[in-house]
């Protein structure tokens, strides 16, 4: 009895430390299993790495900042100063018989006595008599208003005469004036000089001297006629009568 008993206490003492073992020796570990998992590449997710949100920028404005300031536009050349061509002065005179000139071109008419410069007498020469004259000056840009024209006697400091030049139609760089006055057309003289001033803002910019002279036939003994009343002298009764058809002046002349 008391054998059986024994052997029942050694059986359970045995079950006992078996069990004990069995709680004490952890399972072991699935390595096969972590060797697959870790071969195999795992997707990403969302939530594993997420990708920055997009950042919004603003419209542009239409001065964006940062870029360069717009270039102003270049100036104009400024323009020189008002000023007459250096060949800028012309003159003339139209016949007697003529109608008086009417400036709408800067052509001078086919009938007109153009006036040239002579060196001797440092003046402008032109034919008269006449029914106008035309003073025309031709500037480097067009006419302003404050271009003014003065005419002297050959001794005097005051002006008989200061007009504004007009400018021709067909060309506002070209200005002049047309003299209509009897001392100038047909004085009582062989010749009258002027002296004629351009001002422009009040400043000269061209003086001129214009001799007016009449072109005639001397008189017997060689001198002018009369300028008015175109007489000349009487022949002297002292002197031999000249032969028919010939003058002082001639070669074939005998006293």
């Not at 069990?19 to 096969?32: F, K, R």
């Not at 400018?167 to 506002?172: A, C, I, R, T």
């Not at 001297?209 to 009343?229: A, H, I, M, N, Q």
Request: net charge negative; charged share 15%.
């Amino acid at each position: 009895m008391i054998q059986r008993y024994s052997r029942l206490f050694f059986l359970a003492a045995g079950l006992l430390m078996i069990l004990a073992a069995c709680s004490s020796n952890p399972s072991p570990p699935e390595t096969a299993t972590a060797v697959v998992e870790t071969a195999i590449p795992v997707p990403p997710t969302q939530t594993s790495s997420p990708a920055p949100a997009p950042t919004v920028t603003a419209a542009p404005t239409l001065a964006p900042t940062g870029l360069p300031a717009p270039t102003a536009a270049p100036s104009r050349t400024p323009l020189p100063p008002l000023a007459i061509a250096e060949d800028g002065f012309q003159v003339w005179c139209l016949p007697v018989d003529a109608p008086a000139a009417s400036q709408v071109s800067v052509k001078v008419p086919a009938n007109a006595r153009v006036g040239a410069y002579s060196d001797l007498f440092e003046a402008y020469q032109v034919v008269i008599p006449a029914s106008s004259c035309t003073l025309a000056y031709t500037f480097n840009q067009p006419l302003t208003q404050d271009v003014q024209l003065e005419a002297y006697y050959s001794i005097g400091t005051t002006p008989w005469l200061k007009t504004t030049l007009s400018p021709v139609q067909d060309n506002p760089m070209v200005g002049f004036v047309t003299l209509t006055q009897p001392y100038v057309l047909d004085p009582p003289f062989w010749q009258v000089d002027y002296q004629f001033v351009v001002r422009v803002a009040g400043q000269e910019a061209r003086s001129d001297r214009v001799s007016f002279y009449k072109v005639v036939e001397r008189c017997w003994e060689g001198s002018l006629p009369d300028p008015v009343t175109l007489a000349c002298p009487a022949a002297d009764v002292r002197e031999p009568e000249p032969k028919p058809g010939v003058t002082p002046s001639s070669p074939d002349y005998r006293k």
